[in-house]
């Protein structure tokens, strides 16, 4: 069975970094594209990030662009999500999903093309 595992979350002040982490069970990384959601108090899921199979090709929302890096270490079956600058704005539980990878399919923006999801880990950015 496909299990994902995000950790890493947790309480930090605006202006500082976090490591997200999405390891993944019952699949091989190497052939899906993995992305990140989020979902705010009081909001549906918003696209946060997301990486093709190999890493060579990612999508970032506006609001994290120049702030949050996706990576993805295959040969571990883990993507990492790099936060900094954390914003209020920021808070949310944040969840990993996968996607098997086809061909000259890059990776979309909707949350019901993703397969398989995580059970989330809460951020909490607050003074």
Known sequence: QVQLAESG????????????SCAGSGLTFSNYIVGWF????????EFVAASKWNGGSTR??????GRFT?????????????????????????????LRQKLGYDPPFSRSDYDYWGQGTQVTVSS
């Open 70 to 98: 996706i990576s993805r270490d295959n040969a571990k079956n883990t993507v990492y999500l790099q936060m900094t600058n954390l914003k209020p704005d920021d808070t949310a539980v944040y969840y990993c999903a996968a």
């Open 38 to 45: 989020r979902q705010a108090p009081g909001t549906g899921y």
């Open 9 to 20: 979350g947790g309480l930090v002040q605006p202006g500082d970094s976090l490591r997200l």
């Open 60 to 65: 970032y929302s506006n609001s994290v662009k």
